[in-house]
């Protein structure tokens, strides 16, 4: 069956723009998240959103990061007045339960950002 | 905090050779454990995972991963590496039970295969 999908690819944008990046899950998959892959930080989780739970946003690192989830699928990451330290990979995983026992997440293939 | 080290950055193997990963955690409990692969412009592909029991785990593609608690290591080995194994190795931790959806990763160690 079809895996994690996001969109695009990739997206080039300037300094101070707003970008949105989408990821569809795996259908059925209740459990959503969002990872951050950079050459300096590495992988860092982001956000998780689970059903109609209110999401875990712990992993956001400021105030112009957020994220939604419509109709408990498909996912937006938005970030405001990009800053050049916001390039990197963005990662979106889906896993089929309530994560509470750590299910296998699935990885999408990711949204390459770079900030000009 | 969790936190896991992968102590290589850049391993090379001939094709055909054995390879153990290194992979160290700081945890003040038995962490749920987990190794991930990422090949160049593919998303991450979950190899094994560790949650209790027995301390050696099979994966796929030919992997396994030993848990030892004394040592707070969860090493990833292949008898016999392929070309095809070339690629990025991740591995994680997550806290048991509640929370255990936040994985912490690794930096990661690239493998790459001499044919």
């Known amino acids: 069956g079809a895996g994690v999908s996001q969109s695009p690819s990739n997206k080039v944008t300037e300094k101070g723009k707003d970008v949105e990046l989408r990821c569809d899950p795996i259908?059925?998959?209740?459990?959503l998240y969002w990872y951050r892959q950079s050459l300096g930080q590495g992988l860092e989780f982001l956000i998780y959103f689970q059903g109609n739970s209110a999401p875990d946003k712990s992993g956001l690192p400021s105030d112009r990061f957020s994220a939604e989830r419509t109709g408990g699928s498909v996912s937006t990451l938005t970030i405001q007045r990009t800053q050049q330290e916001d390039s990197a990979v963005y990662l979106c995983?889906?896993?089929?339960?309530?994560?509470?026992?750590?299910?296998?997440?699935?990885f999408g293939p990711g949204t390459r950002l770079t900030v000009l | 905090a969790q936190s896991v080290t992968q102590p290589d950055i850049h391993i090379t193997v001939s094709e055909g050779a054995s390879l153990e990963l290194r992979c160290n955690y700081s945890?003040?409990?038995?962490?749920?454990l987990f190794w991930y692969v990422q090949s160049p412009g593919q998303g991450l592909q979950l190899l094994l995972k560790y949650f209790s029991g027995d301390t050696l785990v099979q994966g796929i593609k030919g992997f396994e991963a030993e848990f030892k608690r004394s040592q707070s290591s969860f090493n990833l080995r292949k008898p016999s590496v392929h070309w095809s194994d070339a690629a990025e190795y991740f591995c994680?931790?997550?806290?048991?039970?509640?929370?255990?959806?936040?994985?912490?990763f690794g930096k990661g160690t690239k493998l790459s295969v001499i044919p």
């Open positions: 995983a889906s896993s089929p339960r309530t994560g509470a026992t750590a299910d296998t997440q699935y």
């Open positions: 945890y003040g409990a038995t962490p749920y």
């Open positions: 994680a931790v997550s806290r048991a039970g509640a929370g255990s959806y936040q994985l912490t």
């Open positions: 259908s059925g998959h209740t459990a």
